[in-house]
């Protein structure tokens, strides 16, 4: 457990690079919790998650007709898998834009919306993929 100043932690965050950063797909802030609070809590039942996870799984399989995964795929087959029109590109790319994500996070993003698409069981990427993807960056 850090016991370290709210500001030696920026001080120390502030020394990674963006290029690093950005080869991490997701960020996620966790709020701490106080043993008191932990406690209290009731965590998510692990065979709800699982099932959850399976069946994205599955249906990512489905989708692509054979047993790949997102994080294999390259920009051309995300777009393809998800029925990425050319009209439907230039849009998403102007969405990635005005985000102002870099290329080369660009398709690290657009994995991990394609995996949320999977969650919901969507073939289409839809803007709502896109904007929550992002919302993980850093």
């Not at 790949?68 to 849009?91: M, P, Q, Y």
Request: net charge positive; charged share 30%; hydrophobic share 35%.
């Amino acid at each position: 457990v850090c016991s370290c100043s709210a500001q030696k932690v920026l001080s120390y965050a502030s020394r990674l690079s963006g290029p690093l950063l950005e080869r991490i797909d997701i960020h996620f802030k966790m709020p701490e919790l106080k043993p008191s609070q932990f406690a209290k809590s009731t965590p998510k039942q692990t065979h709800k998650i699982l099932a959850r996870v399976e069946h994205a799984r599955s249906f990512m399989v489905t989708r692509w007709g054979r047993d790949h995964d997102n994080a294999e795929a390259n920009l051309e087959e995300i777009l393809e898998s998800s029925l990425i029109t050319d009209s439907k590109r230039e849009t998403l790319m102007e969405d990635l834009e005005r985000l102002q994500v870099s290329s080369r996070s660009t398709l690290r993003l657009l994995r991990v919306a394609r995996t949320l698409a999977d969650m919901d069981q969507t073939i289409n990427l839809e803007p709502q993929h896109i904007k929550e993807a992002a919302g993980y960056r850093p």
